[in-house]
């Protein structure tokens, strides 16, 4: 009889047992299990690259239309190998030493970095725009747990983070706050007044705009400050002033079934590249003694790009600080490069590379180089010419709607009968034959900077 009631006893042990593991494999089913079990990367994963950063057109995979300028997929399965150890893309970002990821370092990780809305983190340092872009900007919590993931080694498995901090809603930093106008007689301030972008779309305007300079004005620093969701922002000269567009109207780069407005990209064929960034917030300085002459009655086109990737209408906004300086400090005077190849000639149905050597009867010292060229443009390359840097890639851009913005943080000296050779490569993907030339069916090939000799 006790030995009935031993096993009876036993089952019913037994039973028990099998209804406990049942519940433990529900809870682990329906994703209820303690997060703490999950390694640190994969939340990352699930809670922050997945459903903010591989989404189609940003990270999701190398058929992304942004593939060729960023080179970075963070899908499930990728992401980890793309990141940790991995040298970025990002020009400025590669030259300070950063990884994608560094473990043990977050503040040498230009995803830590991307991620993080204001630059105050790490002492000012621009290295292009925010992430997400177009969509709401990461908790704080968010940004930490990343943070301390990458402090503690960045594994890619074992929980090192406390995963509490992915449920923080708290957004820091989100209102915006424009630029203040510069004191009477220290500056200019020009301005995008506010504009709406529709929800899912790209709104890329240009608006031109006087100065306000009633007399030539030498200008040693700008400012340049954009909202949240900000692609970029670029102040244009005019090479020929008697074809300027009406001023201070709006006129859009697409139209709202996102195909090109033709008149707005006849009329960027006429730009000379003035200033411009693709961070949130930049405050660039010319080197001592050295300053951009803007002469009295000066009117620019601004040009400002956002992306909107959320289902709600979205504000954009801009504003750009021209700072001035005595003419009496001024002992170089900095000039903008604008070297165009006029002789393209790209068959029709051919991919072709065309290269021009520009050379310098001066001594010259390159400060920035950003490029210029139309729809067939698939990468710009600029190399040194001439000189013990011969051949020496010095700028690369894959975008031709939105090309890199390179400042060179020590300038390039070049020598007298030394230059500067543009490399570019076009895809005819068209039945015709296509020449240089000021409209979207026609190409060009610039490329555009500062200098002073």
């Known amino acids: 009889m006790k030995s009935l009631n031993f096993t009876r ?157 992915l449920d923080d809603k708290t957004v820091s930093g989100t209102a915006y ?24 779309f790209e709104r890329e305007l240009f608006t031109r705009r006087v100065v306000g300079n009633a007399q030539d ?24 002033n008697t074809i300027l567009p009406n001023m201070n109207d709006i006129r859009d780069l697409r139209n709202a079934d996102n195909s090109l407005n033709l008149l707005t990209t006849l009329s960027m064929s006429n730009h000379v590249y003035l200033a411009g960034s693709q961070a949130q917030y930049q405050d660039y300085k010319f080197p001592e003694g050295a300053a951009l002459l803007i002469p009295a009655g000066t009117s620019l086109d ?63 010292k390159v400060l920035t180089l950003t490029s210029h060229m139309h729809k067939l443009g698939e990468k710009f390359v600029i190399k040194i010419k001439g000189g013990s840097r011969d051949g020496e890639v010095i700028y690369t851009s894959t975008d031709w709607e939105h090309p890199d913005i390179v400042t060179y943080q020590t300038p390039i000296s070049l020598q007298k009968g030394e230059g500067l050779t543009s490399e570019i490569t076009y895809n005819n993907t068209t039945a015709k034959l296509v020449r240089f030339g000021l409209t979207s069916e026609d190409e060009m090939g610039i490329i555009f900077g500062y200098y002073f000799e």
């Open 9 to 165: 006893l036993g089952i019913g042990i037994f039973i028990i047992s099998i209804f406990l593991n049942s519940v433990s494999c529900q809870n682990s089913t329906n994703g209820t299990e303690d997060p703490m079990a999950v390694a640190s990367f994969d939340l990352i994963q699930q809670k922050i690259l997945t459903p903010s950063c591989a989404t189609s057109g940003c990270h999701s995979s190398e058929k992304d239309a942004d593939f060729v300028q960023h080179g970075l997929v963070l899908a499930a399965g990728v992401a980890y190998e793309n990141l940790v150890g991995v040298d970025p893309k990002n020009s400025a970002a590669k030259a300070d030493g950063l990884k994608r990821v560094k473990a043990f370092a977050s503040l040498e990780s230009l995803l830590y970095h991307k991620l993080t809305p204001t630059a105050s983190h790490h002492t000012g340092k621009q290295y292009g725009n925010p992430m997400p872009l177009g969509s709401p900007p990461l908790s704080d919590g968010q940004i930490e747990y990343v943070r301390r993931w990458i402090d503690a080694g960045a594994p890619k498995t074992g929980s090192i983070a406390d995963p509490t901090l």
């Open 177 to 200: 706050e424009p630029l203040p106008v510069p004191a009477t007689g220290t500056g200019f301030q020009m301005a995008v007044p506010t504009f709406d972008i529709q929800p899912n």
């Open 217 to 240: 004005i030498y200008v040693n620093r700008y400012e340049t400050k954009m909202r949240s969701g900000s692609h970029h922002f670029v102040a244009y000269n005019f090479r020929d």
């Open 302 to 364: 601004l040009n400002s790009h956002f992306v909107n990737k959320t289902t709600s209408v979205m504000k954009g906004e801009a504003q750009i600080n021209l700072y001035t300086v005595d003419k009496s400090k001024v002992q170089q005077l900095v000039q903008t490069l604008d070297l165009g190849n006029s002789n393209l000639t790209i068959p029709a149905n051919t991919r072709v590379t065309i290269s021009k050597s520009f050379l310098f009867d001066k001594p010259r």
